[in-house]
């Protein structure tokens, strides 16, 4: 035999797929594209979870970051915030600009030390990010173009630092009732808040349903709306709460 008739006996002696071994591979293939596909069609809604937790955490972070500057200035200032410090002490009681939301924390702005920390990821309604604390055109906090538009969280008025009460947090409260006067503090809040009835709760437009609250002992928080009602409803001074948001 040479190697040629060689060579063709070895042919005949491979055998095909049987139509068993078929159906058991076509069978096998069918599953796992049953498995994958769910998962692929899945991957942007997975990652847009993983992108919103993600935000969460540096928004937790920025808020952390927040009362550890208030603390600070607090503790050069016999334990007080701006609004209860009059201007002869170093602080801004009376002062007509510090109604505004951005002027608040511009004030402590040595203990902040970046304006990056005021805005939070997921805050697709703050459209600055300002780069600095000065005035200037080009990514400087107090300029007009920034401001507000550069904040994403509000400010408590009654935050004082022997009570665990609120201190700041995302801005998207939704409330029932409007602004007025503040006696503790001299200045006209953006939200009245009565404590009787705590009727607020968080909007969308944040991280949805829930938001993150940052309290005078410095921790921060994921809130449901029912934390943030509980918030709301501590008792500190008076029968209402008042609170500035980035407007």
């Known amino acids: 035999m040479n190697i040629f008739s060689r060579s063709?006996?070895?042919g005949r002696t491979r055998r095909a797929f049987s139509r068993v071994e078929l159906l058991a591979i076509t069978t096998a293939l069918?599953?796992?594209?049953?498995?994958?596909?769910?998962?692929i069609a899945n991957t942007p809604r997975i990652n847009l979870g993983l992108r919103e937790r993600s935000n969460r955490i540096v928004c937790l972070a920025n808020l952390r970051q927040i009362g550890q500057a208030f603390q600070l200035w607090a503790?050069?200032?016999?334990?007080?915030?701006?609004?209860?410090v009059r201007t002869?002490?170093?602080?801004?009681y009376g002062v007509p600009l510090a109604n505004n939301c951005w002027y608040q924390f511009a004030?402590?702005?040595?203990?902040?030390?970046?304006?990056?920390?005021?805005v939070c990821p997921s805050d697709t309604n703050t459209t600055h990010v300002a780069q600095d604390f000065s005035s200037d055109p080009d990514g400087g906090f107090l300029n007009s173009a920034y401001r507000n538009n550069?904040?994403?969280y509000l400010l408590s008025l009654h935050a004082v630092f022997y009570s665990p009460s609120i201190l700041s947090g995302d801005r998207n409260i939704q409330p029932t009732t409007s602004g007025d006067s503040c006696a503790y503090s001299g200045l006209s809040a953006v939200l009245s808040l009565q404590r009787r009835l705590p009727i607020a709760e968080w909007n969308n437009d944040v991280h949805g349903s829930t938001g993150n609250l940052l309290f005078n002992d410095g921790s921060a928080q994921e809130?449901?709306?029912?934390?943030?009602?509980?918030?709301?409803a501590t008792p500190v001074t008076g029968d209402s709460i008042h609170i500035l948001l980035p407007r």
Request: avoid cysteine; proline fraction near 8%; charge should be negative.
């Open 150 to 152: 550069a904040l994403s």
């Open 107 to 118: 004030w402590v702005s040595n203990e902040l030390a970046t304006p990056r920390v005021l």
């Open 88 to 92: 002869n002490a170093g602080g801004i």
């Open 30 to 39: 069918f599953l796992l594209a049953l498995v994958a596909l769910p998962l």
């Open 75 to 84: 503790s050069d200032h016999g334990d007080q915030n701006p609004p209860f």
């Open 223 to 232: 809130s449901s709306i029912t934390d943030l009602r509980n918030a709301l």
């Open 8 to 10: 063709r006996s070895l």
